[in-house]
């Protein structure tokens, strides 16, 4: 019921890519030492990036790069790589229905439109963070 630290973790390594273009050859090693997290990790994000169109990686070789420029991704964009069910992941309603309680059996239809209403400002609100906006206010 949070947005996972895989999401600022893929951030962090979006703005390392960007800052290391022309300078050093971004591997997932070296990413993992910047982030502080495991290789495997690391590649387990690049790939879920790269699939998103949001960067390329040559094969065996690293150098990741961006596929757009950094004011043409969005936190959304990133956060929607990462979690495939996107928003309606943060929010949760635990499983009681089929119990006999008249309040189990309607807690889903009670919470169903003011969560789709938090979810839909959380998605708006990603959708106007760039990682251009993100990495300027490091």
């Known amino acids: 019921m949070q947005i996972s630290i895989k999401c600022s973790v893929a951030v962090h390594c979006l703005i390392f890519i960007h800052e290391a273009k ?3 050859k971004v591997t ?3 990413l993992a030492q910047s982030t502080g997290s495991n290789p495997v990790v690391i590649r387990n994000i690049l790939s879920a990036l790269k699939k998103a169109g949001l960067i390329t990686v040559p094969r065996g070789t690293g150098g990741a790069e961006l596929c757009a420029d950094p004011s043409q991704i969005t936190l959304y964009q990133i956060y929607s790589a990462l979690e495939p069910e996107g928003v309606t992941s943060i929010i949760g309603i635990h499983p009681c229905e089929g119990r006999s309680c008249p309040v189990a059996q309607n807690i889903r239809k009670v919470l169903q439109i003011p969560y789709r209403k938090i979810e839909d400002a959380v998605q708006k609100t990603m959708e106007s963070i760039t990682l251009e906006t993100a990495e300027n206010s490091v």
Do not use: D, Q
Request: a neutral charge; zero cysteines; charged letters at 0%.
């Open 22 to 24: 022309g300078i050093a």
């Open 28 to 30: 997932s090693n070296l």
